[in-house]
Structure formats: C-alpha cells, structure tokens
C-alpha cells in the first residue's frame, strides 16, 4: 500500500540515457502506469475531502440559525452555510491543506506548503507590485507575514461568528487584493478568482444569490471555451493512465492509436474530450437557462457527472476540495433558488464588477494568456497551460540550500522514504507527465537549444521548483518565469551555464501555436521563438522531428 509502482526500466540507468530515449521509456511507463501513486494514497485524499467536510459542517453548527451536526439535512443548503462555505474553503485552500498539497503535487515532508512559508519571514515571494518599496522586495517581511496572519484571523472570525456579516466581508474584500500588491501566491492560492469575487458580491449586493450564481455559471463556462482546441484529448490519456479506477492496462491502452509505438490520443480519447467540453460548457447552458423543474434537475445532473468524473480521477494538482465546492454551491445557489437568475444582480456597480471579473478578464486570458494567470484566466484543467522546465547542472541543484524554505529538495524528501533509485523512477514520471501533453511535446525540441549535453544536467519541472521555492504552485507557470529565476538568482548566484530554464506559454484562443523563452540564470535570456501546435501534433511526446 505504500509501495510505488516501478517503471520497466532500471531508473539509475535511465538517468544516462539521451534525452529521447528517456522521453519515450518513461512516457510508454506513464501509459500504462500513471505516476506509480502507492494505494494508500488515495485513502489519504479521500480522508482530507472528508475532513474538510466536516470542518465545514462544524463551523456550521456554531450558528444558532442553523442548527446541530445532526440537524444537517435541514440547514446544509441555508445561505448562510454558503457563506460559511466559502469562507472555510479561503481558509482551507491559504494554509495550503487544498490544491497543490500531498504527493500527487511533489510534497512528500511535509505534504504542505502554505503558511509554513507565508507566515515565515525570509521566505521567497512574487509581488504583484516588483520593486516598489515596502511591497516589492523578493523575500518575505514581518510585515508580509503579519498580513497573512491577519487574513487567517479574519476568516476564522468569520466562521466562528453566529452569521458572517460586512463586519467580515468588507477586509476580507479589502485585504485580498493588498495581499497581491505583496504576493502574487498567496492571491492565487485563495482561488481569488472565485472565492474572493463572491465576497465582493455578499458586500456589494443586498440580496446576493444572483450575484454568486453568476460566478459560479462563469467558472463552468470559461472552462469549457478553454478547451476548444487540441490539448485536451491528451489531458484524457494523462488523467485516465493515472486514474484510480482504470487500473487495467488494456482499458488505459484503449486512450492511445496503438500502444505503445504511438502516444498519441486515440478516437476514443478524442471523443472524451469533446464530450468533456460539450459538457462543461452544457452545465452553464442549462442550468443558466432552465425554465421549470425538468430543466433545473437535467442541469444538476450534468454537473453531478461531471465533477463526480473529474473528483474521481484524483488529477495531477488535486483539486479536489475546490470541486466539492463547485458542487456544494450548484445545490445552495441553483437547487436551493431556481427563482433566481444569475442576470439579476439588482445592481450596476455589481454588474459592472462581475462584467470585469467574469468576463473581461477571462476574455483576456484566453486570447493573451501571457497577461494573465490561467487562474484569473479560469482555464481549468485544459492541457494549454504556461508552464517551465529548470536544468540544473551537476550540483548546481545544491545552491537551493541558501534560500529560506520548509520543504527538502525533491529528491532529499524521497530519500526518506525509499532507496534512491526508485526516488528517481517517481521523478522520471513528472517529464513523462509534462511531455505527455500536448504543449510538453514541445521540450524534445527545446532542451537540446537550451543545453549541449543533457546527461549533464538534472531536469526538474518547473512545477516541482516553484512549490519548493515559493510554498505553493498549482499549475500556473507565470509563477516559475523570470521573475522566480530572477529571485532564485539573486540569492543562490548560479554560474553561467548551471542553471537554464526553458519558458513556454500558452496556446492564445484561435491561435497557431506557443511561444517560448530560454533563459540563463545568470546571463539572461538565449533565445525565444514560437512552437507549431500542428507539428506537435504530428509527433510522438518523446520525439524533436
């Protein structure tokens, strides 16, 4: 149970062969094995899910309108449950017990980042504001770390409050966005992009149930036009081979043309994949407009399926709690209140707000995803994410000692816990996981432009480093660009040549392909270009022609 999976392949070896072979051993090992995740793994996921439930429900019962834990039935779908849920889950995902946390995101000891680093002075930091004085420094201050506690003690003042008023709303409204000025973290780590905004809406709108379902039809919608394009067939090969329920090599097999020469999506996989977006724009569609009873329920069904299916899977990131939010508020705002629309905001500040926030922004993101984090971006889970590989040379990787952080280097927490040769056949399955996509395909081409003799270096994602770094890392790759290398910089003082980072951004709507950077720690960027998403495509993930 607590045993990995081992790769077809003697790991110690396979860290000399060249560059594609070691792409194609450890992507034909991901087919039909996933990241080799021990069992009790899961377990341990479907226990935190439990718990952050009940930590809801027992917030719950301190409201006297409400009722007791086994009066559940009669008050779960009460607004001010709702509220209390939102504020929980700020509180759950910023100490860092939600996405980006446990094994499945590269944290072994300890499973968390969060507030052993916001909390911690010396730490690491991106502001939102680089270089202005008091906000902008690259380490964390007293002062970031006393904001932080003060945004943990509002939302724990809001739980344990008979009902959370403006007297909660109106900082946390407030603070939030004063939080991004100093760190860029810690605003993303809250899922700003839909708890933060539905504060605004309990502060701006007298009777906010419009105002929430609004949001919560924008989150769906966007997440469905984000995939519209080639990623996510390959999104589906990846989370199927790793998922808990299709443990059967055949089934696994089934996502690929003909394994285990071609890796890439198969009809079927394809087929998943429009389904899934058919699906995920479906559910705004149909709970957004339903008239009558038979609408409302075939709406609620549509979204059951869906995240039931996502949850289910335990993807790569984990969000799990986020999406038993997402489900929890479909039943408190939309089952609860079918007479309600999410039109009806009753307000113009509110509607120009959530114009801004819900429209504007994602529009953004989706058309310049350079501009924006794909969180704000709210492009879920769609395969077309900025994302960074670091190469460290020799050593080099040691120079990470000198910076402040709670969590071992990969590698040293592994160590802990198995031989090191099957610390480093986990590992080899973060680049399969990366290449295995779509956008990934693109660093059989880019590495060799980055470095001469790849045997010489120890590649890393970006990811991996940024969650090491910085405390938390869910995904978005604007969080390990030039502004991390520049920080890591500055305190570590690579040498040219130790340490080169290939940066590569999203896939613009309607757009043709990707563009990258690579850069040298030290000496600065080498070279940038664009990448063909049709001649991606056309290749195997391990393969530059």
Known sequence: MLQPTPPPYDPLEWETLPLEERGRLACQSWAVQGYGTPPLIYLVYLAKIGLYILGWALFCTLSPSLGSLGEISTWWLEPVAFQKAILWSMLFEVLGLGCGSGPLTGRYVPPVGGFLYF???????????AGLPIVGGM?????????????????????????PTDVHFVPLAILIPVLWCFDRTIFLALRSEHYWVTVVVFVVAGDWIAGAKAVQLALWFWAGVSKLNHHFPTVVCVMMSNSPWTRFEWLRKLAYRNYPEDLRPSRFATLMGHAGTALELGVPLVLGFAVGETGLIVGMVLMLFLHVYITSNVPMGVPLEWNVMVVYGAFALFWAHPDVSAFDVGSVPLGVFLLVMLVGLPLLGNLMPHRLSFLLSMRYYAGNWAYSAFMFKGDAADKLSKLTKSTPWIYEQLDRFYEHSVSVGLVSKVLAFRMMHLHGRALAQLIPKAVERFDEYQYMDGEIVAGAV???????????????IAAMQAQCGFEPGELRCILVESQPLGGDGQAYRIIDAATGEIERGHVSIESMRARQPWSAL
């Open 119 to 129: 909390l911690r002075p010396g730490t690491t930091k991106l502001p939102g504001l």
């Open 139 to 163: 380490r964390r201050t007293w002062l970031d770390a006393g904001l932080y506690a003060a945004l943990l003690g509002l939302l724990g003042a809001g739980l344990v409050a008979d009902a």
């Open 470 to 484: 910085l405390g938390w890392n869910f995904g978005d790759g604007h969080l390990h660009d030039e502004r991390l």
